[in-house]
Structures are given as structure tokens and as C-alpha cells.
């Protein structure tokens, strides 16, 4: 046993080990390439086995020519194997493959098989001998004859393919495979010595076997940073995927207190209108006998003082009626119907059903101007705008005691002639990726204190379902501002001497809300 025989048979022995590394890779879903590897490495470890032929001297001649046989089927089968991973895709499938390679693989298989068969072609009937005396190692394997060597350089061909196809650059996202690039140097640079060694002009070993090794092993190691990278982006996408189960986890719970909530103010909405009915009954005594005693207190000269009381009662059940009012067009049902109305009626609706919540959290600053009449629906409308101006309140930041926050509310005309309506607070503001998020369902920057996160979603499903349009402008610093544009019922031409014309009145809204209040018939920014 020589250093030629342990060199092919370590080499074999490791090339069969990643071999089965490779089959065992190629097992795992969206790994299908890696049997064409793994092929190439059995092969080649096949052909290390084939080379003991010539380097174990005891063995017989015609022994040698089976090796030397096998050695081209073997050849062959490595360099088809090859072709299939360069140029078969990620699947290393028959169909990206080209023509010409397909031609290839044929002759190559088929020169394997021919052989075999007819060996007579492939070997002269001499016998070759190389001896490398300073490792005491002695070569004897069978001379080719002109269709052996025209079949080895057909190998060579194959490889060089190979070769050009791994080594090349295809574009930013794959440049050049550096292990494919030395494994093939190897194995090329193995190949020169391995000619000059069978010609006598070098005096050294066969190392096909290396370069074999060579082109196995920089397959292996791109199968492992390819395996690496996915184990890698598993992980990523492994990663994510928990991130959204959580996020979307808690969307379901906020879902869930949402809708909880929203059931309880439906369930509230529906006792506001049997509970405003109740009062209406009643208040309608009330406010006719006070009528009579005001009628009665005139006829027969009674005090000042009982009559200013009078005047009072009735104010304050002017103001009863109109909450009741108020509460119930809140609390209708959707129908469906769009009826004209007034942008000041729905306002000044919101306004009255939100007054004893507004009164401790903000000051509101209401400019009412000429709007036109809009198309939509009375209830729906008081819900967005009740939404819009909580919202508002509740931005006011924190405040020394007594100190209250403002909300400023226009009603007017847009400079194309819709109906405006705006409601701007003096709260922090927000930045871009909350103003982004801010009309979708759930999200919400009061969490912690109990915003379910719909009222601007809803508001603008509201707004949008009657042909208008919702924007939102805020910087973080300079408050939040929620523009509401609604079409009119029917144009009206508006002159600029009508714009700038109106006359201004001062109005009290339930629960001592200032409304200063301008007759303008266009208002804009």
C-alpha cells in the first residue's frame, strides 16, 4: 500500500460522507438541488475508488481495464451531475436545462455506457506505466485509444461549462461565488498536473482526486451559506410571525372591548330615546303651565321679580327639550335615507348632547357661518361629530387645576363650494406615523385611559358613505386639526361680496359654552 492508494481512498471516504450530508440536506422541502450535489459527491468519491486500479500494483491487468472502464461511466456521470445543478435552477429540474447541455449529458452518459460495451474502442491494449520514485509509487492503467481521449476531453469540456456557469456574476444580488471560484481553480490547476504527470514531463501524483474534492467541497460549503441564510431568514420570518400573532391577538381583545363597548352605548343609546320620551311628557305640563302662569302674571300686573323667575323656568325647559332633542337624534337608528340638513343643526346637536361632558375638559369656541344644506343623515352625523369633539376634549394635555383646554369649532363653506366643518384642539399634536395610522380601526393614543380607538374611524366611514371627504393635519406641538368636507345638496352661487358680507351674533349653548357666531357665506383656510 502506497501514498497514492491512501491519498483515493481518504478522499473517497470523505467525498461519501458529504455525500450523505448533502442526500440528507437535499430531504428538506425547497432543497432539491442538493441531490444533484449529492450526486456529484458519490460520483466522485466512485472515481477516487476507480483510481486504486491503477495505483495498487498487485492487481491484475484486466482487473485495471474494469476500472479503467468504470472510470468513464463514473466521469461521466460526475459531469452530467454538474451540468444539472449549474444550469437546472433551484430545482435542479430537467426544464430550465438548455438544449445543447441536454445534448451533452447524452454523449457523456453514452460514452460511459459505450465503454463498457466496446471497449476495444476506448483502449489501444497496452498498458501505460508512470513511477514517482521519490514516493515509491508506480502508476499501470490501460492506454486509451483516440475515442478514450476524445471522450475524456469531452469530460473536460462539460467541467469547463460547469465551471463558466458557477463562476460567473449574475447581478448585484449574486455576484461571484468566491468557493466556486477556488474549487474550480483547484480542480483545473489539478488537471494541468495530472497531464503533465501522464505525459513524463512532471514527476509527481495524480491529484484528480483532489481536484474532485475540490469541486465537492465548494458545493458543500454553498450548500451550507444556503442553508445558513434560510435558517437564518426562518428565523426572521419566524420571529415576525409571533410579533404579528401578538399584535394581531391584541387587535382581537381591543376588538372585543370595542365591541363590548359599542354594544353598551347602543344598549345606552336605545335608553337615552325611551328615557327623553318619558321627559318630554312631563315637560310639556311643565312648560304649558308655566306659559299660563306667565300669561296669568302679565293679565293681573304681578312682580317683577315672580315674572323673571318665570322667564327662567321656561328658559330652562327650553333647554331640557332641547337636550331631549339632542339625545334622541343621537340615539336614532340609521336609516338609510339622506335628508337635507343644516351643518349648524348637527353641530349645535353634538354640541348639546356633549355639553356636560365638554364643560370639565375644555373651552369651546364655536364659529358657525353660512354652509349649505347637505344630503345625510341626521343621526349619523350627530354620532361622528360627538366623536370628533370628545376626541378633541380629550387632547388637551394635563393642565393646572381649574385650567381647561380649547377646541375651536367652524361650520362655513369651502372655497368649492362644500360644507365645511372643523374642529381643532390645543393638544400635543401627533407625529407622521400616528396621523398615518390614525383612521384605522383600534388604534388609538389613549389606551391607557380607555380609548377604544373608532371614533375617527367611524366618523370618517360616516362621512365618506355621504360623498365627503376626512383629513387630518397635526404636528407634534401644534394641536390636531379634523377637516370635514361634505358636498351640498345643490350649488349655490356665492358671490365675493357675498363672502365677506354677515353679520355677527353671540349665542349661549347648553352648559354656559360660549358661541361666538359669524353669518359668512364662505369660510376657508
Given at each position: 500500500?502506497?501514498?497514492a492508494?491512501?491519498?483515493?481512498t481518504?478522499?473517497?471516504?470523505?467525498?461519501?460522507?458529504?455525500?450523505?450530508l448533502?442526500?440528507?440536506?437535499?430531504?428538506?422541502?425547497?432543497?432539491?438541488?442538493?441531490?444533484?450535489?449529492?450526486?456529484?459527491?458519490?460520483?466522485?468519491?466512485?472515481?477516487?475508488v476507480?483510481?486504486?486500479?491503477?495505483?495498487?500494483?498487485?492487481?491484475?491487468?484486466?482487473?485495471?481495464?474494469?476500472?479503467?472502464?468504470?472510470?468513464?461511466?463514473?466521469?461521466?456521470?460526475?459531469?452530467?451531475?454538474?451540468?444539472?445543478?449549474?444550469?437546472?435552477?433551484?430545482?435542479?429540474?430537467?426544464?430550465?436545462?438548455?438544449?445543447?447541455?441536454?445534448?451533452?449529458?447524452?454523449?457523456?452518459?453514452?460514452?460511459?455506457?459505450?465503454a463498457?460495451?466496446?471497449?476495444?474502442?476506448?483502449?489501444?491494449?497496452?498498458?501505460?506505466?508512470?513511477?514517482?520514485?521519490w514516493?515509491?509509487v508506480?502508476?499501470?492503467?490501460?492506454?486509451?485509444?483516440?475515442?478514450?481521449e476524445?471522450?475524456?476531453?469531452?469530460?473536460?469540456?462539460?467541467?469547463?461549462?460547469?465551471?463558466?456557469?458557477?463562476?460567473?456574476?449574475?447581478?448585484?444580488?449574486?455576484?461571484?461565488?468566491?468557493?466556486?471560484?477556488?474549487?474550480?481553480?483547484?480542480?483545473?490547476?489539478?488537471?494541468?498536473?495530472?497531464?503533465?504527470?501522464?505525459?513524463?514531463?512532471?514527476?509527481?501524483?495524480?491529484?484528480?482526486d483532489?481536484?474532485?474534492?475540490?469541486?465537492?467541497?465548494?458545493?458543500?460549503?454553498?450548500?451550507?451559506?444556503?442553508?445558513?441564510?434560510?435558517?437564518?431568514?426562518?428565523?426572521?420570518?419566524?420571529?415576525?410571525?409571533?410579533?404579528?400573532?401578538?399584535?394581531?391577538?391584541?387587535?382581537?381583545?381591543?376588538?372585543?372591548?370595542?365591541?363590548?363597548?359599542?354594544?353598551?352605548?347602543?344598549?345606552?343609546g336605545?335608553?337615552?330615546?325611551?328615557v327623553?320620551?318619558?321627559?318630554?311628557?312631563?315637560?310639556?305640563?311643565?312648560?304649558l303651565?308655566?306659559?299660563?302662569?306667565?300669561?296669568?302674571?302679565?293679565?293681573?300686573?304681578?312682580?317683577?321679580?315672580?315674572?323673571?323667575?318665570?322667564?327662567?323656568?321656561?328658559?330652562?325647559?327650553?333647554?331640557?327639550?332641547?337636550?331631549?332633542?339632542?339625545?334622541?337624534?343621537?340615539?336614532?337608528?340609521?336609516?338609510?335615507?339622506?335628508?337635507?340638513?343644516?351643518?349648524?343643526?348637527?353641530?349645535?346637536?353634538?354640541?348639546?348632547?356633549?355639553?356636560?361632558?365638554?364643560?370639565?375638559?375644555?373651552?369651546?369656541?364655536?364659529?358657525?357661518?353660512?354652509?349649505?344644506?347637505i344630503?345625510?343623515?341626521?343621526?349619523?352625523?350627530?354620532?361622528?361629530?360627538?366623536?370628533?369633539?370628545?376626541?378633541?376634549?380629550?387632547?388637551?394635555?394635563?393642565?393646572?387645576?381649574?385650567?381647561?383646554?380649547?377646541?375651536?369649532?367652524?361650520?362655513?363653506?369651502?372655497?368649492?363650494?362644500?360644507?365645511?366643518?372643523?374642529?381643532?384642539?390645543?393638544?400635543?399634536?401627533?407625529?407622521?406615523e400616528?396621523?398615518?395610522?390614525?383612521?384605522?380601526?383600534?388604534?388609538?393614543?389613549?389606551?391607557?385611559?380607555?380609548?377604544?380607538?373608532?371614533?375617527?374611524?367611524?366618523?370618517?366611514?360616516?362621512?365618506?358613505?355621504?360623498?365627503?371627504?376626512?383629513?387630518?393635519?397635526?404636528?407634534?406641538?401644534?394641536?390636531?386639526?379634523?377637516?370635514?368636507l361634505?358636498?351640498?345638496?345643490?350649488?349655490?352661487?356665492a358671490?365675493?361680496?357675498?363672502?365677506?358680507?354677515?353679520?355677527?351674533?353671540?349665542?349661549?349653548?347648553?352648559?354656559?359654552?360660549?358661541?361666538?357666531?359669524?353669518?359668512?357665506?364662505?369660510?376657508?383656510?
Amino acid at each position: 500500500m502506497n501514498a497514492a492508494f491512501v491519498i483515493s481512498t481518504c478522499v473517497a471516504v470523505l467525498q461519501v460522507g458529504i455525500g450523505a450530508l448533502l442526500l440528507t440536506v437535499s430531504l428538506a422541502p425547497g432543497w432539491r438541488s442538493a441531490r444533484a450535489y449529492a450526486v456529484v459527491a458519490f460520483s466522485a468519491a466512485a472515481y477516487s475508488v476507480t483510481n486504486l486500479g491503477a495505483s495498487y500494483w498487485p492487481l491484475a491487468d484486466s482487473v485495471r481495464v474494469i476500472f479503467s472502464q468504470g472510470s468513464y461511466l463514473i466521469a461521466g456521470i460526475f459531469v452530467s451531475a454538474c451540468l444539472v445543478s449549474a444550469y437546472g435552477g433551484d430545482s435542479a429540474g430537467a426544464r430550465p436545462i438548455p438544449r445543447w447541455c441536454k445534448g451533452l449529458i447524452v454523449l457523456l452518459i453514452g460514452g460511459g455506457v459505450l465503454a463498457f460495451a466496446a471497449r476495444d474502442w476506448f483502449f489501444s491494449g497496452a498498458f501505460t506505466d508512470v513511477i514517482v520514485a521519490w514516493s515509491d509509487v508506480h502508476y499501470r492503467f490501460p492506454t486509451p485509444a483516440r475515442l478514450g481521449e476524445w471522450v475524456s476531453y469531452l469530460n473536460l469540456v462539460g467541467l469547463l461549462w460547469t465551471g463558466a456557469q458557477y463562476c460567473r456574476p449574475r447581478g448585484p444580488a449574486k455576484p461571484v461565488s468566491i468557493p466556486y471560484v477556488v474549487g474550480f481553480s483547484i480542480f483545473f490547476a489539478a488537471a494541468i498536473v495530472e497531464t503533465l504527470v501522464g505525459n513524463g514531463v512532471l514527476e509527481f501524483f495524480f491529484v484528480a482526486d483532489l481536484g474532485f474534492l475540490a469541486v465537492v467541497l465548494a458545493m458543500a460549503i454553498v450548500t451550507a451559506e444556503r442553508f445558513i441564510d434560510d435558517a437564518r431568514r426562518l428565523s426572521v420570518a419566524s420571529t415576525y410571525l409571533t410579533e404579528e400573532i401578538d399584535r394581531r391577538t391584541q387587535e382581537r381583545d381591543e376588538a372585543q372591548r370595542a365591541w363590548i363597548e359599542a354594544e353598551r352605548q347602543a344598549a345606552l343609546g336605545r335608553l337615552a330615546a325611551g328615557v327623553g320620551h318619558e321627559i318630554n311628557n312631563p315637560l310639556a305640563y311643565l312648560r304649558l303651565n308655566l306659559e299660563l302662569m306667565q300669561v296669568w302674571g302679565r293679565e293681573h300686573g304681578s312682580a317683577d321679580e315672580l315674572m323673571e323667575s318665570v322667564e327662567g323656568a321656561l328658559d330652562g325647559a327650553d333647554r331640557i327639550r332641547g337636550v331631549v332633542d339632542a339625545l334622541r337624534a343621537y340615539s336614532r337608528p340609521a336609516t338609510g335615507d339622506l335628508v337635507p340638513i343644516s351643518p349648524e343643526h348637527f353641530t349645535q346637536a353634538a354640541l348639546r348632547v356633549t355639553s356636560h361632558k365638554l364643560r370639565g375638559l375644555a373651552e369651546v369656541r364655536t364659529h358657525v357661518g353660512r354652509a349649505p344644506e347637505i344630503l345625510g343623515d341626521e343621526g349619523r352625523l350627530v354620532q361622528a361629530m360627538v366623536n370628533l369633539l370628545l376626541n378633541a376634549a380629550h387632547a388637551s394635555p394635563d393642565r393646572a387645576p381649574g385650567e381647561k383646554g380649547v377646541v375651536d369649532l367652524l361650520v362655513g363653506t369651502a372655497p368649492d363650494g362644500r360644507a365645511l366643518i372643523e374642529v381643532r384642539d390645543d393638544g400635543p399634536g401627533m407625529s407622521r406615523e400616528e396621523i398615518r395610522r390614525l383612521t384605522q380601526p383600534y388604534f388609538t393614543t389613549r389606551f391607557e385611559a380607555g380609548g377604544a380607538g373608532l371614533g375617527l374611524f367611524l366618523a370618517r366611514g360616516v362621512v365618506e358613505q355621504m360623498g365627503g371627504s376626512l383629513e387630518v393635519e397635526s404636528a407634534v406641538g401644534e394641536g390636531t386639526l379634523v377637516r370635514i368636507l361634505l358636498p351640498p345638496a345643490q350649488a349655490e352661487p356665492a358671490s365675493a361680496l357675498e363672502a365677506m358680507a354677515g353679520r355677527v351674533r353671540t349665542l349661549t349653548a347648553p352648559g354656559g359654552i360660549r358661541v361666538s357666531s359669524a353669518r359668512v357665506a364662505a369660510i376657508g383656510r
